[in-house]
């Protein structure tokens, strides 16, 4: 199985503070990653998908880089209902996996 | 507009069996590029993919709970159901489908939208 593991599990952050989460696969996954934002008692909402491409209605301040094993997901400034947890999850093959997340806090 | 939304028992007892419904609307299970996952989260922890069945029937299930899961679909109905055998408290958590997607001409396991969850609490 694909082992993703994430970075930082925790970061506090102040409104229009630059947010930068990584993401690391355990082997090569080219591009098939996908960003998720999930807040409390919501499922988890689709920002970013193919490591690079935002998901329509998604704000511009999201974007994400990266291909192979490292990957990002930056916030360019942060918003107050940016508050949440983020997760990555590769979508190269069979069993999916998801990285064990990052909460947002506010500082 | 497409939904899912997930049915099933709130509370199952230790070593029961577990019956969850998934039932799709604004889409059909017969799209030979749409799919559907159960994917689970335990409070408080990252969401784990549990199963996917492809529009022709093809399964793929995680593989340390492959030998509990199995999952199959109602196409006429538009559900997809997942049955977990043998339920333990570590089980507890909220049960989600969600629909993968066809993207520049790939079969792509990314998932939008996802059914709001149920809560299934193991416990005598």
């Known amino acids: 199985d694909i082992q993703m593991t994430q970075s930082p599990s925790s970061v506090s952050a102040s409104v229009g503070d630059r947010v930068t989460i990584t993401c690391r696969a355990s082997?090569?996954?080219?591009?098939?990653l996908a960003w998720y934002q999930q807040k409390p008692g919501k499922a988890p909402k689709l920002l970013i998908y193919?490591?690079?491409n935002l998901q329509s209605g998604v704000p511009s301040r999201f974007s994400g880089s990266g291909s192979g094993t490292d990957f990002t997901l930056t916030i360019s400034s942060l918003q107050p209902e940016d508050f949440a947890i983020y997760y990555c999850?590769?979508?190269?093959?069979?069993?999916?996996?998801f990285g064990g997340g990052t909460k947002v806090e506010i500082k | 507009q497409v939904t899912l939304k997930e049915s099933g028992p709130v509370l199952v007892k230790p070593t029961e069996t577990l019956t969850l419904t998934c039932t799709v609307s604004?889409?059909?299970?017969?799209?030979?590029?749409?799919?559907v996952s159960w994917i689970r989260q335990s409070p408080g922890k990252a969401p784990e993919w549990l199963a996917h069945?492809?529009?022709?029937?093809?399964?793929s299930y995680n593989t340390s709970l492959r030998s509990r899961l199995t999952i199959s679909k109602d196409t006429y109905k538009s559900q997809v159901v997942l049955t977990m055998t043998n339920m333990d408290p570590v089980d507890t958590a909220t049960y989600s489908c969600?629909?993968?997607?066809?993207?520049?001409?790939?079969?792509?396991?990314?998932?939008?939208?996802w059914g709001q969850g149920t809560l299934v609490t193991v416990s005598s």
């Open positions: 069945i492809f529009s022709n029937d093809e399964k």
């Open positions: 604004g889409f059909s299970l017969s799209n030979s590029r749409m799919g």
């Open positions: 999850q590769q979508a190269s093959s069979f069993p999916l996996t």
């Open positions: 193919a490591a690079s």
């Open positions: 969600a629909r993968s997607n066809f993207w520049s001409g790939y079969y792509v396991f990314w998932f939008d939208p």
């Open positions: 082997q090569g996954i080219a591009s098939w």
